[in-house]
Every structure is written in C-alpha cells, then in structure tokens.
C-alpha cells in the first residue's frame, strides 16, 4: 500500500541541529541549513528519535521488551524472529537496519515561512558538564546558534514510501502513535532547547484516513500479544 504522510512540527522553543561533525572542532555550533540559509531539520535527525519513540510504544503496547530487535547487541538485531515479516521485527520494517533498507522515505523539515517572523537565529552560550564530575568547566563553554521565534516555528514536510498490504496499517499506525510521542529534536544536550509537537495526516493509496483507521491499526498490536 502507498504511504503518504504529510508531518507538522510546531517548535515552541527554539533548536539546534547541528553536524556531529562540526560539533567536535569548532566552538561555534552552527545550525543546519538549505541553499536559501533558512534552518532544516534533517529527515535523518527526526528520523532517529522517532525510531525511539516507536520502539518504547510497541515494547508498552505488546508489554515485552522483545517485541522489537536490540541494536548494536549482534546476536540481539533483526533478522531474529520467525513470527516478524519477512524475520524483521516491526520497527526495522519502518526505519530500516543494516541489512534491509527503510520502505519509508522522510523528508527533510522546512520551515513554514510567515510574513511576520522577523530575526530567527540567536546565539546561546552553553555549557557541557561533565557527567563524572557533575561540575562545569570553563573551557567547557561554547557558543551555538539556535532557531526559532517564540511562541511558535512551524516545520513541515513528509514520510512517504510503500508498506505491505497485509501489515502495512498497524505499521502506519505505529508510526503515527510513535510521532505524538515525539517531544523534543534538536535539543542536544542543552536542556530547554528544541520542544515540539508533531501531528500528521494519513493517506493511503491517496485516500485520506481519520482517526478511526489509526486506532483500528494500533490495536492490532494488543492482539498479537
Ligand atoms: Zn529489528
């Protein structure tokens, strides 16, 4: 079945999505950005963090910590299970794992640009703390560039791809429950930055879905415990 998700993410804090690269050499943390320098949030940077989200849902949902593979742990990764389609478990069906690539396609965010957002991007100082110690360092302090007007930064953009007939609902549906539960991107390590919400809408084989299609998906989950 064709999968077209249209995503909305409203940031009500300022974020930062930086390079992992760049984070390392340079005191100043720039934010990723696209050819027009208006910040992005990169499909593989939410990707990730929605990945979590599905994880800890359907482990809640099928009340076993098994109900989806364990990376990096070998001999705990997907292909595991005779009882997962296709010997992956539901997750690695939806974002991938190294030996099966991800159906899904997620699309870098873009801002929704508004007439009357005026200087987006500020610098904040912050500081890493290391964790055995629990103290702050001076040459621990570094600089980094955030995005974002208060109250509210509306990004937007899509995941789409195709799932298979028989799963591909309670797959969705997974998905979807996995993006309300996603609350923070772009926050890094420093505490405050990058709250959001997402919301999406569904359609399947280009026919729009309500709320009664999600739930009917999501509860396929329970029954199969
Ligand atoms: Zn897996």
Redesign the pocket.
Known sequence: MKIDIEITAVFQTPFNVGTGALANIATNRPTIKDGRQQAIIPGSSYKGRLRHTCERLLRTLQQTDSA??QPPVANR??PLHEAWLGE??P??QLFG?PLRHSPLKFSDLHWQESAEAGVLTDIRTGVSIRRSRRVAEPQRLYDQEVFGPLPETIFSGTITGHLPDEAGQPLAALLLAGLRQLHTVGGGQTGGLGHCRFTARIKIDNRPQGNKWYEEGLKQWLATK
């Open positions: 989806v593979c990764m997907c992956f478990c997750v690695c794992s």
